[in-house]
């Protein structure tokens, strides 16, 4: 019940947050075994995130340093 409740809050109060603040980049860490993964929304010119990317894999680009990647494999 309380992963529902923090995931409810990240993806609607601190996303429109963040959203209205004008945070480029914004990841969402789902660390449960049952959908373990990041969601990542990049900040567009319209100052609306876009739809999210899901990664479950090793390396993670960050967007708004370019070639930069974080390895998630330990952790995952």
């Known amino acids: 019940m309380t ?3 923090t995931s409810r809050y990240d993806l609607t109060e601190k ?3 963040y959203e209205a603040s004008g945070v480029c980049e914004y990841w969402v860490v789902y660390p449960y075994k049952e ?3 990041i969601l990542v929304f990049l900040l567009q ?3 609306k995130y876009d739809e999210g ?3 479950d894999s090793r390396k ?3 967007n708004i340093f370019d070639g ?3 390895d998630f494999s330990q952790f995952f």
Do not use: R
Request: hydrophobic share 35%; with cysteine.
């Open 3 to 5: 992963q529902i409740l």
């Open 15 to 17: 996303f429109n947050l």
């Open 35 to 37: 959908e373990k993964g």
């Open 45 to 47: 010119p319209d100052g």
């Open 53 to 55: 990317t899901k990664y």
């Open 60 to 62: 993670i680009p960050v």
């Open 68 to 70: 930069c990647e974080i």
